[in-house]
Nanobody, 122 residues
Framework: QVQLVESGGGLAQAGGSLRLSCVAS????????MAWFRQAPGKEREFVVV??????RYSYSVTGRFTISRDNAKNTVYLQMNSLRPEDTAVYYC?????????????????WGQGTQVTVSS
């Protein structure tokens, strides 16, 4: 069993930056596929980015602005978010799967964090 805890959300102005963290416990996640999703009020959960042993992928809306990275020594995954826009406002969730997953579908991921709120003001 893997537990995921996100942090780093908050309020940012348009054009600003935030870095989200996802700390994993229970398993070493260096071989896991790790992803970020987000969910805005009244909308479905939306894929943001995934990183796996076979590569990764970003959603079109964040390509060039967001970057996923890992610190295996800390069992932590990060999401660096630059050039933030009001439409990036959402609860951001960290997700994990113990296999290679490059899917944009939330059902492909086994473990989820509780989410962290990101609000971008114009």
């Amino acid at each position: 069993q893997v537990q995921l805890v996100e942090s780093g959300g908050g309020l940012a102005q348009a054009g600003g930056s935030l870095r989200l963290s996802c700390v994993a416990s229970g398993r070493i996640i260096s071989s896991y596929s790790m992803a970020w999703f987000r969910q805005a009020p009244g909308k479905e959960r939306e894929f943001v980015v995934v990183s796996s042993r076979s590569g990764g992928r970003y959603s079109y809306s964040v390509t060039g602005r967001f970057t996923i990275s890992r610190d295996n020594a800390k069992n932590t995954v990060y999401l660096q978010m630059n050039s933030l826009r009001p439409e990036d406002t959402a609860v951001y969730y960290c997700a994990a799967a113990p296999r290679v997953v490059l899917s944009t579908f939330a059902r492909e991921y086994d473990y989820w964090g509780q989410g962290t709120q990101v609000t971008v003001s114009s």
